[in-house]
């Protein structure tokens, strides 16, 4: 079975940076697109950022110029460097990854908490 699973997240101070890693069970390439969502308690999962073919990026409007998304083929990894955090950053941060004709796999997520 395959599996993703996210790791990084912790408690900091506004304005602080973290690094969130997903772990892939199965390799990865560019075939492969990948996302960080991001949810809080009674809310909508928000897509905070994705990548696909290896270099096609979105953010949305709330992350921009703050997070930056990346991966690692070779580890089969994809990142998320966050910073100048925000409280309204504070959320569970979940990895899904899209295998072409496989199906997409969700993490369980890292959580993230922005102290003001």
């Known amino acids: 079975q395959v599996q993703v699973v996210e790791s990084g997240g912790d408690l900091v101070q506004a304005g602080g940076s973290l690094r969130l890693a997903c772990a892939a069970s199965k390799q990865i390439s560019m075939l492969n697109t990948m996302y960080w969502y991001r949810q809080t308690p009674g809310n909508e999962r928000e897509l905070v950022a994705s990548i696909s073919n290896g270099r096609s990026i979105t953010y949305t409007d709330a992350v921009k110029g703050r997070f930056t998304i990346s991966q690692d083929r070779s580890k089969n990894t994809l990142y998320l460097q966050m910073s100048s955090l925000k409280p309204e950053d504070t959320a569970l941060y979940i990895c899904?990854?899209?295998?072409?004709?496989?199906?997409?796999?969700r993490g369980r997520g890292t959580q993230v908490t922005v102290s003001s």
């Open positions: 899904e990854v899209n295998y072409p004709g496989w199906g997409r796999v």
